[in-house]
């Protein structure tokens, strides 16, 4: 049964060298035609890829220092953020001192002109209140001594009269 195969498994050294110098040929072509062009192509991709790497390594970094000016410009943004509300709040309170230190300012005036005014009134109506008084004293006078006195005598008696309701006051 397998002596077919034994027949045809007889070895010939010619047919071998034959074989084998039909194998480096081969391999020769294959070398020449296709292995060149595959390795070329591997190492295409090679340099493809490590160009990839450092073009994506170029990038991160890029993102990075991109990514550092960017905090850098918004930590500078916030910092003259609270520069302005700082300078506002301060001359929001200086407005306000100021429109307090007018409006102090302005009452003392007032109050100063009220008290020139109720003393110029208090003044007003002592002066109204002796011219009165004179009048009146002068027509009692008149009547009772029935004699009708000078100006000058009126304003005399008077004078005396109110500086002796002073003295007694004062006491």
Same mark, same amino acid.
């Given at each position: 049964?397998?002596?077919?195969?034994?027949?045809?498994?007889?070895?010939?050294?010619?047919?071998?060298?034959?074989?084998?110098?039909?194998?480096?040929?081969?391999?020769?072509?294959?070398?020449?035609?296709?292995?060149?062009?595959?390795?070329?192509?591997?190492?295409?991709?090679?340099?493809?890829?490590?160009?990839?790497?450092?073009?994506?390594?170029?990038?991160?970094?890029?993102?990075?220092?991109?990514?550092?000016?960017? #905090? =850098?410009?918004? $930590?500078?943004?916030? %910092?003259? *953020?609270?520069?302005? &509300?700082? +300078?506002? /709040? !301060?001359?929001?309170?200086?407005?306000?001192?100021?429109?307090?230190?007018?409006? #102090? =300012?302005?009452? $003392?005036?007032?109050? %100063?002109? *009220?008290?020139?005014? &109720?003393? +110029?009134? /208090? !003044?007003?109506?002592?002066?109204?209140?002796?011219?009165?008084?004179?009048?009146?004293?002068?027509?009692?006078?008149?009547?009772?001594?029935?004699?009708?006195?000078?100006?000058?005598?009126?304003?005399?008696?008077?004078?005396?009269?109110?500086?002796?309701?002073?003295?007694?006051?004062?006491?």
């Amino acid at each position: 049964m397998f002596t077919h195969l034994i027949v045809g498994a007889t070895f010939n050294i010619g047919d071998a060298l034959f074989y084998a110098v039909l194998f480096i040929i081969l391999m020769w072509i294959v070398k020449l035609v296709a292995w060149k062009p595959i390795t070329q192509l591997m190492q295409n991709r090679a340099d493809k890829i490590s160009s990839d790497i450092d073009s994506a390594e170029t990038a991160r970094n890029n993102a990075a220092a991109l990514e550092k000016k960017r #905090q =850098a410009a918004l $930590q500078q943004s916030q %910092a003259e *953020a609270s520069d302005i &509300i700082a +300078q506002a /709040q !301060q001359s929001g309170d200086n407005r306000r001192a100021e429109i307090i230190s007018t409006a #102090q =300012a302005d009452a $003392q005036t007032l109050k %100063a002109n *009220a008290q020139k005014d &109720i003393q +110029q009134q /208090q !003044q007003d109506a002592l002066v109204n209140s002796k011219n009165n008084v004179a009048d009146l004293s002068i027509e009692i006078a008149s009547k009772i001594i029935q004699k009708n006195l000078t100006a000058a005598d009126q304003k005399a008696l008077i004078d005396s009269y109110i500086e002796g309701l002073g003295s007694h006051e004062s006491k």
